[in-house]
């Protein structure tokens, strides 16, 4: 088993930046790749990020390109996403997820088998 856990969400003023982190302990060993997604009230959960583990390619939606970086440290087992010029529309809740498919950049919520309980960021203008 993997657990997840987010943390550094929190409310911060269009145009700012925050930085999520996403620890993975237990059977870390079975992870091929971790991504993020988003999921406001009322909306289905939306792809944000995906990174493979090993490699370190990484996928970014139009949405965020340019704005979200994800990244990992490998020997610590801790994922990031670096939020820039946050806008409004980026308020959700935000969870991390891990695979081990050994795909290339899955980008569906149900090619994730592993998830975090998701930490909220607000973005106010």
């Known amino acids: 088993q993997v657990q997840l856990a987010e943390s550094g969400g929190g409310l911060v003023q269009a145009g700012g930046s925050l930085r999520l982190s996403c620890a993975a302990s237990g059977r870390t060993l079975s992870i091929y790749g971790m991504g993020w997604f988003r999921q406001a009230p009322g909306k289905e959960r939306e792809f944000v990020a995906a990174?493979?583990?090993?490699?370190?390619?990484?996928y970014h939606p139009d949405s965020v390109k340019g704005r979200f970086t994800i990244s990992r440290d490998s020997a610590k087992n801790i994922l990031y996403l670096q939020m820039n010029s946050l806008k409004p529309e980026d308020t959700a809740a935000y969870y991390c997820a891990a695979h081990s498919a050994r795909a290339v950049l899955p980008t569906r919520p149900s090619e994730y088998i592993y998830w975090g309980q998701g930490t909220p960021v607000t973005v106010s203008s």
């Open positions: 990174i493979h583990w090993n490699t370190g390619a990484t």
